[in-house]
């Protein structure tokens, strides 16, 4: 992945700058007529002349690009409607429009003419970040497996003009952020994307050690199977029972402050691959099955940006890796596991298995005394009736927990919605010939999910996002990156930045 680098003037002289690409928002008047943006003036009235043959109607969400003078090579018109209703919303489209104009475009730098939004301090900050973070994700493309690789987006700088009335500094520190957010999101997706033969539980450690490489404030440890057995983590090993490939649970400690600090913890369900087992999935679309370690690429995402932040919290991520396959060593309906809490489990369906592998990361976590617990999972299928592709189910047994993450996915445009984990719900997992079973009895899919794992974090504050809706897309195929940005915008909280 190539990087872009970014940077902010607050003082422009447009009539001798150099781009290969100028990119101009463009308002509407009252009547939805485009108005002349200010930069024009210093453009020979170029923009003036092409908006007045009436094709480009400046209309939030709608570009153009025209070939510009002798310094710059084109200009990118992005509408963004009325001033008057520039709200959040509006600035969050023109950054999304604007960046991906420009990682389509054959622009190898781009100056972005932010001074004509004349926007309030925070709505400016917010939009340089937005900027920042979706030039990096649009400019994201997989590769890895392809012997043709398409081109590689050109953008490689941009620069964006601020005006005077906003500090070189603090846009700095906005760009940094939207940078680190946009890469931590593309890792999540690389990983996602990445294919079950080769993003495997000892892939996904290598990738683990590799960020430790990378920053030095993280360190990774890998529990192997012996490790897990030796701790009697009975219920995650069932699941990798079936498999050749080793289950792994990835430890990756991030360290932004004192060591007695206690940390935030990230808990995420990786599950290189998902058949069911030998409760076995019906084979079409069962290859989406692939991205069923969403919640542990989110991890790694989140744990790269705020490492890339320097924020001043402690963090651990956890990450419960396994493959789920049928086989004659596989776990069958019936089994009975004893788990690392020492509860028993009576294993009903073993397509059921991510809870089985994050009860015992959640009981692991403890051991780090926690100030909060998030783990991230693609749990049930019954999310998707739920809340569809649009938001996340979010479960929580601490009120003031769950609203900071309600709240941070307004904030980053990754949203979540509150789901119950009354104990109504927590009769269904009764089992005969264990402490509990690992399904429900047919209702609410997520919610007894949650209630499973709910068991098992009863000693620390805790929520679990059901991800399997917004984790990816089915067309077109490919990992979202989400809850990411919601993550990094939790923690970003939590530290005060
Ligand atoms: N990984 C699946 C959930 C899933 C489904 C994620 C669709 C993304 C898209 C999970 O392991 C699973 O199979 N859940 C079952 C639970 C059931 C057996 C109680 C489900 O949702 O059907
Ligand atoms: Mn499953
Ligand atoms: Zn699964």
């Not at 396959?325 to 369906?349: C, F, H, Y």
């Not at 899919?445 to 059901?466: P, Q």
Request: hydrophobic content about 40%; some cysteine.
């Amino acid at each position: 992945m190539t990087k872009i680098s970014f940077t902010a003037k607050t003082t422009l002289d447009l009539a001798h700058s150099k781009t290969e690409c100028l990119v101009v928002p463009v308002f509407q008047n009252k009547a939805a007529k485009p108005t002349t943006p200010a930069s024009d003036h210093a453009l020979g009235k170029k923009i003036a002349s092409y908006l007045n043959l009436g094709d480009f109607s400046a209309a939030l969400g709608t570009s153009a690009t025209l070939p510009g003078s002798i310094g710059i090579k084109r200009l990118l018109l992005i509408g963004c409607g009325a001033k008057s209703q520039f709200s959040r919303m509006a600035q969050r489209r023109f950054a999304e429009v604007a960046s991906r104009e420009l990682a389509k475009g054959k622009a190898k730098d781009a100056l972005i003419q932010l001074d004509d939004l004349a926007l309030e301090a925070a709505d400016f900050s917010a939009t340089l970040e937005d900027l920042a973070r979706h030039i990096v994700t649009a400019c994201y493309i997989y590769t890895e497996t392809l012997s043709k690789p398409p081109e590689p987006p050109a953008l490689k700088r941009v620069c964006i003009h601020v005006g005077g009335t906003f500090s070189a500094v603090k846009s700095k520190s906005a760009l940094v952020m939207g940078n680190a957010i946009g890469l931590g999101t593309n890792l999540s997706r690389e990983l996602g994307n990445l294919p079950g033969n080769i993003c495997t539980p000892s892939y996904l450690s290598k990738q683990a050690r590799r960020l430790a490489r990378l920053h030095s404030a993280i360190k990774t440890t890998v529990l192997d199977e012996k490790k897990m057995r030796d701790l009697g983590m009975g219920s995650l090993l069932s699941v990798g029972h079936g498999s050749d490939e080793p289950s792994q649970l990835i430890v990756m400690e991030y360290r932004g402050t004192q060591a007695k600090t206690r940390p935030y913890a990230l808990v995420g369900k990786g599950i290189t691959f998902d058949t069911g087992g030998i409760s076995l999935k019906p084979g079409p679309k069962m290859d989406e099955m692939k991205f069923d370690m969403g919640g542990a690429a989110s991890v790694f995402g989140t744990v790269h940006a705020i490492a890339t932040m320097g924020l001043p919290i402690n963090v651990v991520g956890v990450v419960a890796a396994a493959e789920n396959m049928p086989s004659g060593r596989a776990t069958k309906p019936g089994d009975v596991v004893k788990s690392l809490s020492g509860k028993t489990i009576e294993i009903l369906n073993t397509d059921a298995e991510g809870r089985l592998v994050l009860c015992d990361a959640l009981t692991y976590v403890g051991r780090y005394k926690p100030i909060e617990v998030v783990d991230i999972a693609t749990l049930t299928g019954a999310i998707i009736v739920s809340l569809g592709h649009e938001a996340c189910g979010v479960f929580a047994n601490d009120d003031n927990l769950a609203s900071a993450l309600l709240e941070a996915g307004e904030q980053s445009n990754d949203r979540g919605w509150r789901m119950p984990i009354w104990d109504d719900y927590q009769r269904q997992l009764d089992s005969k010939f264990a402490d509990m079973q690992n399904i429900g009895t047919g209702t609410a899919g997520s919610v007894t999910a949650a209630c499973f794992l709910a068991r098992f974090a009863e000693d620390y504050k805790w929520a679990h996002l059901d991800v399997a809706g917004t984790a990816f897309r089915s067309a077109p195929k490919g990992a979202t990156g989400r809850p990411v940005p919601m993550l990094v915008q939790y923690l970003r909280g939590r530290a005060g930045k």
